[in-house]
């Protein structure tokens, strides 16, 4: 459901839906692998900084078929709207898209390229920025998991399917995640000073989540978690480059 990577077709049932978002983050580590070795590809091959930011805009998307960036899209337009938040979850279900929605999702991919543009992509820098696809998997999975669901749909189901052995797994899941990090952060020999922005924007980015979850919807949704992953992921390549740019 999660990615575009061809799979054995199985039925959907109670038991497979309680562990999908535990093995979420299992996408992101698929995507952090092909980005890897992309970008140590497109150092090797020489490949313009325009062509290397270009794949590094277009590969998730390409992996994932653009699920989250509906999300992201449809968010948009909700937030767009001075409606309640009854009406906000009204305009998530809504397939068209909105002024806002399209405004939304053609800055976020500007923003990307930009950012990716100016990325320095070293190794220590690649490695985080790669580790970011698994690490906004995992509490995009967390908030679906353990946040109030909205309203009627994906969301809701997962959470529901997930009951409390489901969340227990998610908690085990997203422990496991961190640990990964700091073996990656030690094996790549990160310094603090990349870390600790790209660990700030990632908490900030969730706690933003919680509060427009709460506070706009009054609850949690499919499609607020694809806004979420998106920005999240587009932060913390902004904080790479941000912190790159003023090291030098």
């Known amino acids: 459901m999660f990615s575009r ?4 077709r199985i039925e959907w049932d109670e038991g497979i839906m309680r562990h999908m978002m535990t093995a979420f983050p299992l996408v992101g580590a698929v995507i952090g692998g092909i980005m890897f070795a992309f970008l140590r ?5 020489e490949l313009h900084d325009a062509l290397r930011a270009l794949g590094m805009t277009l590969l998730p998307l390409a992996v994932t078929g653009g699920i989250h960036l509906d999300g992201l899209c449809d968010t948009c337009d909700a937030l767009g709207a001075v409606v309640s938040p009854e009406r906000r979850r009204e305009i998530l279900k809504d397939p068209r898209a909105g002024a806002f929605g399209v405004i939304g999702v053609v800055t976020y991919l500007l923003a990307y390229f930009a950012l ?5 992509g070293s190794t220590s820098s690649a490695a985080l920025y790669c580790f970011g696809f698994v690490i906004s998997r995992a509490f995009s999975a967390f908030a679906v998991v353990n946040f109030k669901p909205a309203s009627d749909g994906t969301g809701r189901a997962f959470h529901d399917a997930a ?29 603090y000073d990349q870390v600790l922005p790209w660990v ?13 979850a709460k506070k706009k919807f009054e609850g949690m949704s499919g499609d607020l978690a694809g806004w979420f992953l998106q920005r999240c992921e587009l932060w913390q390549l902004g904080a790479l480059v941000i912190v790159s740019a003023l090291a030098r």
């Open 163 to 191: 009951g409390k052995n489901g969340r227990f797994e998610i908690f085990v899941a997203f422990i496991l995640v961190l640990i990964a990090f700091f073996i990656i952060g030690v094996a790549a020999a990160l310094s």
């Open 200 to 212: 700030l924007v990632t908490l900030v980015c969730n706690d933003s989540l919680w509060r427009t």
């Open 41 to 45: 590809l497109a150092d090797y091959f």
């Open 5 to 8: 990577i061809p799979m054995p």
């Open 116 to 120: 990716a543009l100016a990325f320095d």
